[in-house]
């Protein structure tokens, strides 16, 4: 079977627990003859199983861009990434892992195009792409002008 997993991180770039478990997930499918392609962020160079374009909001490690347009900008970027890799390899099923400082733009392209998908859930990331209530809307925006006015 032809598969696309999907994830923010991909060794060598670790930050946590999500990329080490989608390369152990990824080497596993692989052993058992599976065609696995994975799109991922990250510096260096593609191989053919492993593209490097994913664009994220901010490096881990860093904190996450206050300015709101950071999200929909890597959101459409990623979109695009992610049709030119669904154009190209043409997998049959994909597997989502971490979206975190990606986006929702792979995620898109997947259900636009029919793939079946399923997703890895391991923490509370889907959390971050949850609409805003107006009373959080109206909690952050005064935090954030209280945070203004004391810097």
């Known amino acids: 079977m032809d598969l696309l997993v999907v994830s923010n991180l991909y060794p060598p770039d670790i930050h946590g627990g999500y990329e080490l478990i989608c390369a152990d997930v990824v080497r596993c499918l692989r052993a058992a003859g599976h065609r696995v392609t994975v799109l991922t962020s990250g510096g260096g160079d593609d191989t053919p199983d492993v593209h490097r374009r994913l664009q ?8 996450p861009p206050r300015w709101w347009p950071a999200m929909p900008r890597a959101a459409v970027v990623n979109r695009a990434v ?10 049959e099923v994909a597997l ?4 975190r400082r990606v986006g929702l733009g792979p995620l898109d392209a997947l ?8 997703y ?12 805003a ?6 909690r952050r925006l005064a935090r954030i002008g209280l945070e ?4």
Not at 111 to 118: D, E, F, K, Q, S
Not at 148 to 151: A, D, G, S
Request: glycine share 6%; proline share 12%.
């Open 56 to 63: 994220l909001t901010a490096p881990f490690g860093e904190p």
């Open 82 to 91: 992610t049709e030119r890799v669904l154009w190209s390899r043409r997998p």
């Open 96 to 99: 989502v892992f971490s979206l």
């Open 111 to 118: 259900l636009w195009r029919g793939i079946p998908t399923a």
């Open 120 to 131: 890895v859930l391991n923490d509370e990331h889907p959390e971050a792409f949850r609409p």
């Open 133 to 138: 209530t107006w009373e959080w809307m109206g």
């Open 148 to 151: 203004r006015t004391l810097l």
